[in-house]
């Protein structure tokens, strides 16, 4: 009987002390939690707080800046010699989402395709090679890209300009903005679309084989449609990185100052080289409209990820025929 109380006690107190151990971890956990939350509420706070002082204060004595002509305006007027506060955004968001979608649609096919040869095409061997290519471009900082575009782009965007009989600000324009942030998207949309493409149950694979299919069609119209929910994230990561950069594209945008720049060979501006070249300053209303141009660019990525996520969900409810 004393043997059966000891044996007890004893599985009492394992239990005790694994119970501890797991509260423990969970406290770890929901801890890290909190602190990666809070960094994301404390920037949408600061943000939010220096976004609003134009619309609500006096700006040294030019008015407050009126809300509804900042969301549609289509000039970009910036104080030099002068305080002004007729700074318009309209055209800057649409300029933004038009370059963001031309660059997913150059990079998500290239990518796509790269990500298939990789995990289903090449030798072992020449795939390790692509795959640690894709992985050093993925790398690169953003300034490097940015230095790459101004120096080889540009050129290339130039001379085809004069190819075409069409005047160019030195190549800098919307054909050299997308071309650099499409190379920039790639290797995110390459390393995401190969993970997906390996997922693919082999099952599928064979069967597909099996009843006859030649390795190009399972591989177009079993592998691709099997992964495509794994692609289409790979699409959302890019177009987000596409629409919160900023160095390498204030370097070959051209700063338009009104808009909106739809030829491929105007020049243009996005959300993110706007605040960038505007932070020159430290204090005044051409500083803080920085903030409340960030207010809008964080509004567009939210509203552009939770369309991007409605679609993919209709996208993934597709069966593989």
Known sequence: MATFIKKIQSKLHLYTKNDAIDFFIKSFFLLSTIISASFIIIIIVFVTAEGIIPFVTDNDGVGPVNLWRFLTGTVWL???????N???????IVNTLYIAFLSLLVALPIGVLTA??????????????????????ASIPSIVYGLFGSGIILTFV?????IFNVQSKGG??????VLVLALMILPTITALSEVAIRSVNKDIVLGSLALGATKTQTNFKVVL????????????????????EATAVSLVA????????????QITSTLTSTMLQGLKETTGIDYDIRFSVGIVLMVVILLT?????FIKKKVGNVDVK
């Open 78 to 84: 910036e104080g030099t010699a002068f305080v002004s």
């Open 86 to 92: 007729l700074y318009g955004v309209g055209f800057i």
């Open 116 to 137: 298939l040869y990789i995990a289903r095409i090449a030798p072992k061997k020449i795939a390790e090679v692509l795959r640690t290519i894709i992985e050093l471009l």
């Open 158 to 162: 130039y001379n085809l300009a004069k």
């Open 172 to 177: 800098n324009s919307v054909l050299a903005t």
């Open 225 to 244: 449609t099997s992964a495509k929910s794994g692609i289409f994230t790979a699409a959302i990561l890019g177009i987000g990185r596409a629409l919160g």
């Open 254 to 265: 051209g700063n338009a100052r009104s808009g909106p720049s739809i030829g491929f060979f």
């Open 305 to 309: 990820n939770l369309t991007l996520n």
